[in-house]
């Protein structure tokens, strides 16, 4: 069964650095993945997803995720955060071609000081 | 376009009683998901609807939980001789299906059980 690690509860970054939040899964072959982002009183939504094809992928608001096969990874980036940013983000896995449940990890909360 | 719907927003019931939470999908997506996140976590897979079927269910925790879809649109969760464990923020998703797992999430119920 597929599995999400996220290995950072809560991530401290200034306002204008730049931010890289860890994602690693457990699958046995390339699964489709993603990013969440989940704002206090908000619902899900998704930033990013990569299916196949060019391992780096463009999502919204200026972030971006690198799928490393070698390291099973999909980790998010992003070169300068803004004070909105500060949210819990999530990643997920999924079975390729199935209309079938996510994985979720247990989520990053990101704090971001002035 | 109207996203994903939940109502109640937040329901708040005393131990042993019975709740439901309603799900109204996008228009036209005919798959269906509900996850369900207690504080700190990740949101957790209950069950999948294709259509009016319930796809796999494999994620409701006993059978105290129940869902039905009966005209492929909206859905609700039922919950019986509700538990404080069962406190937690009940997430739906719809999608279009084709297997690109493209889920759009509503805003969720938040349910207390006191």
């Known amino acids: 069964a597929q599995s999400v690690t996220q290995p950072d509860i809560h991530i401290t970054v200034s306002e204008g650095a730049s931010l890289e939040l860890r994602c690693n899964y457990s699958y046995g072959a390339t699964p489709y993945l993603f990013w969440y982002v989940q704002s206090p009183g908000q619902g899900l939504q998704l930033l990013l997803k990569?299916?196949?094809?060019?391992?780096l992928v463009q999502g919204i608001k200026g972030f971006e995720a690198e799928f490393k096969r070698s390291q099973s990874s999909f980790n998010l980036r992003k070169p300068s955060v803004h004070w909105s940013d500060a949210a819990e983000y999530f990643c997920?896995?999924?079975?390729?071609?199935?209309?079938?449940?996510?994985?979720f990890g247990k989520g990053t909360r990101l704090h971001i000081l002035p | 376009g109207a996203g994903v719907s939940q109502t109640p927003s937040n329901k708040v019931t005393e131990k042993g009683k019975y709740v439901e939470l309603r799900c109204d999908p996008i228009s036209g997506h005919t798959a269906l998901y509900w996850y369900r996140q207690s504080l700190g976590q990740g949101p957790e897979f209950l069950i999948y609807?294709?259509?009016?079927?319930?796809?796999?269910d494999s994620g409701l925790p006993n059978d105290r939980f129940f869902a039905v879809r009966p005209e492929g649109s909206v859905s609700t969760l039922k919950i019986q001789r509700t538990e404080r464990g069962d406190s937690a923020v009940y997430l739906c998703?719809?999608?279009?299906?084709?297997?690109?797992?493209?889920?759009?999430f509503g805003p969720g119920t938040r349910l207390t059980v006191t």
């Open positions: 990569y299916f196949s094809g060019d391992t």
């Open positions: 997920a896995v999924g079975i390729p071609n199935r209309d079938d449940k996510i994985i």
């Open positions: 609807f294709q259509g009016t079927g319930a796809a796999d």
């Open positions: 998703a719809s999608s279009a299906a084709g297997g690109s797992h493209e889920q759009y």
